[in-house]
């Protein structure tokens, strides 16, 4: 749950009443970045609040080659060189050349927070032409559970039960999904939780649905619902990351081996009534789509930079380079004083 006090001075909402039109949203060049430049920015703000530092990717790497030497090479791997199409001054397209694709990896979470993020508001904004009713986040929440596997298929059950009711089925239209889960290093357990984005029908209070919960868990009844205004922000809640870096940090070995060790395909994000249509390619096997503008797909070295008409061309940059371009975004300047 987010603080209601976080804006954002310029997200616009996309979906502003039932019967505004959608205009999907075209994320400027300099929005294009990869995990890690998100991630730095995100643990900064992060890191004014919180005590502990925020880690690194290379924090990570350096806990998880102590455990699991195989996982740790992998994540180090990853996104430690890109492909870049650009003309020196623009960047059309950019991808790593591997992707470990982990939840727990800081680069490859954030990617998939932000390509789930733009898929889920286009489909989202798409539904609500045909239906009426009020966007909200609804977030419903276990009791601490020894296991992480354990506490998400509790989560899961206690859900399908009360997606059931006869209750959710008269006040939600539509909803989408996430499970979230962090760690109690005091308690030695996982919090595991369900962030929806719902189209609510007629008004459902805080407390009805809480008795309705508790009745499904047996023993958890804290739940939160509020309106979102703005569908981006709702969206950016859901799509985040599963799991805090910070968490991966204060975990005990055999707990932090069960986060690396989680079922590859571990279903993370669930959808139903008119949101039904909310699929999401999860695991999208093809890493060269990564950050494409849909627009921009065709093109190819050789052809003219939509912006400026110079030429385009395809370069291999390593990890210092990428963050470099998004950071100054002069290609050539870069490659003389990088290379060697
Ligand atoms: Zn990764
Ligand atoms: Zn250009």
């Given at each position: 749950?987010?603080?209601?006090?976080?804006?954002?001075?310029?997200?616009k909402?996309?979906?502003?009443?039932?019967?505004?039109t959608?205009?999907?949203?075209?994320?400027p060049?300099q929005?294009?970045?990869?995990?890690?430049?998100?991630f730095?920015d995100a643990?900064?703000?992060?890191?004014?609040?919180?005590?502990?530092r925020t880690?690194t990717?290379?924090?990570?790497v350096?806990?998880?080659?102590?455990?699991s030497?195989?996982d740790g090479?992998r994540l180090?791997?990853?996104?430690?060189?890109f492909?870049?199409?650009t003309?020196g001054?623009?960047t059309?397209?950019?991808?790593p050349?591997?992707?470990c694709?982990?939840?727990?990896?800081?680069d490859?979470?954030?990617e998939r927070?932000?390509?789930?993020?733009?898929?889920t508001e286009?489909?989202?904004?798409e539904?609500?032409r045909?239906?009426?009713g009020r966007?909200?986040l609804?977030t419903l929440t276990?009791?601490n559970?020894?296991?992480?596997?354990g506490?998400?298929?509790?989560?899961k059950?206690a859900?399908?039960?009360f997606?059931?009711?006869?209750e959710?089925?008269?006040?939600i239209?539509g909803?989408?999904?996430?499970?979230e889960?962090?760690f109690?290093?005091?308690t030695?357990d996982?919090h595991?939780?369900?962030?929806?984005i719902?189209?609510r029908?007629?008004?459902?209070?805080q407390?009805d649905?809480?008795?309705?919960?508790r009745?499904?868990?047996?023993?958890?009844?804290?739940?939160d619902?509020r309106?979102?205004?703005?569908?981006?922000?709702?969206?950016?809640e859901?799509?985040?990351?599963?799991?805090k870096?910070a968490?991966?940090?204060t975990?005990?070995d055999?707990?932090?081996l069960?986060?690396?060790?989680?079922?590859?395909g571990?279903?993370?994000f669930?959808?139903?009534?008119?949101?039904?249509?909310v699929?999401?390619?999860?695991?999208?096997?093809d890493a060269a789509d990564?950050?494409?503008?849909?627009?921009?797909?065709d093109?190819t070295?050789?052809?003219?930079?939509p912006f400026?008409k110079?030429e385009?061309?395809?370069?291999?940059?390593?990890r210092?380079?990428?963050?470099g371009?998004h950071e100054?975004?002069s290609?050539?300047n870069?490659i003389?004083?990088?290379?060697?």
């Open positions: 749950m987010t603080p209601r006090t976080q804006q954002e001075t310029n997200s909402p996309l979906i502003s009443g039932r019967n505004s959608f205009t999907p949203s075209i994320y060049v929005q294009v970045r990869i995990g890690e430049r998100e730095r643990s900064r703000r992060k890191s004014e609040r919180w005590t502990v880690p990717k290379r924090d990570i350096a806990r998880l080659e102590r455990v030497a195989e090479l180090k791997q990853c996104c430690s060189a492909r870049v199409l003309c001054q623009h059309l397209r950019s991808y050349t591997f992707r694709k982990k939840p727990f990896c800081p490859c979470a954030a927070a932000n390509r789930l993020g733009r898929q286009a489909k989202i904004a539904a609500m045909t239906h009426k966007l909200c609804l276990m009791k559970a020894a296991t992480l596997d506490g998400l298929v509790k989560l059950n859900f399908t039960k997606k059931r009711r006869k959710f089925k008269e006040h239209k909803y989408f999904g996430a499970f889960y962090t109690n290093p005091k030695n996982f595991v939780h369900l962030h929806l719902i189209l029908g007629k008004f459902w209070n407390s649905i809480s008795d309705v919960w009745d499904v868990t047996g023993d958890s009844f804290i739940v619902i309106e979102i205004k703005d569908a981006h922000k709702g969206v950016k859901v799509c985040k990351y599963p799991m870096p968490d991966l940090m975990m005990p055999d707990k932090f069960e986060v690396v060790k989680m079922k590859k571990t279903r993370m669930i959808s139903g009534g008119c949101f039904y249509n699929k999401l390619d999860d695991d999208a096997d990564d950050n494409v503008f849909s627009q921009f797909a093109l070295e050789g052809d003219a930079c400026c110079e385009l061309f395809d370069v291999l940059v390593n210092q380079q990428h963050i371009l100054l975004n290609m050539p870069l003389k004083n990088n290379s060697s």
